[in-house]
């Protein structure tokens, strides 16, 4: 038995588990998106903004990723919506029967968006299905505008991209145009939302675009 | 065979490899570091830097790990020191036989300096001796001051940290003073610089340690 046929065995696993997930979630009408970014891009921080404005008029649940601490799932649980903090103690991105352990304490009753925020990496969460809707992948612009070329899985497996902390453009080398032109290189179809979660700008659009997805 | 026993003779065989390259680099007298950090924090950008202030005085030869692309490659081979680039293909991290193909084809005669710029990633990397001296952990003050505590692991395995993009402190959300105590919190060893390769701030003293170590 060689490593590889293992692998695959894992992620057919996942899939297979990810695919209940993924009834669940359809069975209770909930739209769900998995967030993916480098470490620091600002996931919780968008979550934040993003609990703000949608807070009063849709329902939300939260599940927290991280190799360690629950800061995340704290700073979620202020804003008083339902979040499971994962800790992977190590490993480096959510999979399949995490979420869904984590679902199993959940209650979905009257949830319209789920939210799971993956753990900070921009290879690996990539190639798991983690059961939901869509993935959300988040460039901060201090990362630099050749990132969509250099880990373009990621790319090319999300639906949306965020273009974050738009309000650094002056004082960083990231040329947003061709960020955005390498984007769309990689996946033509991605939908691009540019945001700032320090200035509020951007927010608004992208929970509209939510509110638009909501069953 | 379970795969946490395949695991262990995947990173035995690593740990056998690393020790080879580490006998190689000690035997022509090189220092060795493997920079790690997540995407985007400026690990080729502190290299350009670095190879600025120390070409003519020291010999410095490189290997870029990138998930895809040679873009770094090409940045640094504009230095004229030779540099290979190894593409992982979507892998997380270099591993020490990633590490030792390439030496294979490198001429490490008369080489002081060897740097290895690992994969964007503050995960996978921490787990994989190469063979290096030391692993130097690359943060950039955009990427907030809780993440020695979320990502310790990487913390824990590095000697140096450098705290990157010092210029962007005003602009963002990062208390450099809670930084430094988390990660030393997490390793008291860490022997701390702090850097801005857009301003030039602190690269002398990153440099002036680097000679200091070369053998």
Not at 9 to 34: S, Y
Not at 146 to 169: E, Q, T, V
Request: with cysteine.
């Amino acid at each position: 038995m060689s490593i590889i046929s293992i692998e695959r065995k894992v992620l057919e696993k996942n899939d297979e588990i990810a695919q209940k997930n993924r009834e669940l979630f359809k069975k209770n009408n909930i739209f769900t998106i998995n967030i993916v970014s480098s470490p620091g891009s600002g996931k919780t921080s968008l979550l934040e903004r993003t609990i703000e404005v949608l807070k009063g008029k849709i329902n939300i649940a939260v599940i927290e990723g991280d190799v360690q601490t629950d800061f995340d799932a704290k700073r979620v649980e202020k804003y008083d919506v339902p979040v499971v903090q994962i800790v992977t103690n190590g490993g480096c991105h959510l999979d399949a029967k995490l979420v869904s352990d984590a679902l199993a304490n959940m209650d979905l009753n009257g949830i319209n968006l789920f939210v799971i925020e993956n753990v900070g990496n921009l290879v690996c969460p990539a190639g798991y299905d983690l059961g939901e809707d869509l993935k959300v992948v988040l460039l901060s612009t201090t990362e630099g505008d050749d990132k969509p070329l250099k880990y373009p899985k990621m790319f090319r497996n999300a639906s949306i991209l965020i273009i974050n902390k738009i309000d650094l453009l002056p004082y960083v080398n990231c040329n947003i145009e061709l960020l955005k032109k390498n984007a769309l290189q990689i996946n033509p179809s991605l939908e691009i939302f540019e945001t700032s979660c320090t200035s509020g700008e951007g927010i608004d659009n992208w929970c509209n675009w939510i509110v638009k997805h909501i069953k």
